[in-house]
């Protein structure tokens, strides 16, 4: 079992950044490889990112590639997102989420195992 917890989430203007923090329990976090995705109002939760577990390679959706850095560290067991340059097409929701390796395409929602409770991110124009 692992349990996600978010934070560092609030309200920036457009250009500025924010680090968001996943803090996960459990023994084998490690073994996890860990994503972001976000949901705004009235749209389907969408991939942002993900590092996985076996190499630490990281993958990106297009629209924050060079904007946004995903980074781990396993010994505090937390997941980081750092965003800059934020735009307000990045307001949103953002939950981290957990998967077993060699589980499917990692942009895909339904397979990761575990889900944090979101934290919402709103930038102004």
């Known amino acids: 079992q692992v349990q996600l917890v978010e934070s560092g989430g609030g309200l920036v203007q457009a250009g500025g950044s924010l680090r968001l923090s996943c803090a996960a329990s459990?023994?084998?976090?490690?073994?996890?490889?860990m994503g972001w995705f976000r949901q705004a109002p009235g749209k389907e939760r969408e991939f942002v990112a993900v590092?996985?577990?076996?190499?630490?390679?990281?993958y990106y959706t297009d629209s924050v590639k060079g904007r946004f850095t995903i980074s781990r560290d396993n010994a505090k067991r937390t997941v980081y997102l750092q965003m800059n340059s934020l735009k307000p097409e990045d307001t949103a929701v953002y939950y981290c989420?957990?998967?077993?390796?060699?589980?499917?395409?990692?942009?895909?929602?339904?397979?990761?195992?575990?889900w944090g409770q979101g934290t919402q991110v709103t930038v102004s124009s």
């Open positions: 590092i996985k577990w076996t190499d630490s390679i990281t």
């Open positions: 459990g023994r084998t976090f490690s073994s996890y490889s």
């Open positions: 989420a957990a998967r077993i390796p060699f589980s499917g395409s990692y942009g895909n929602a339904g397979t990761y195992n575990y």
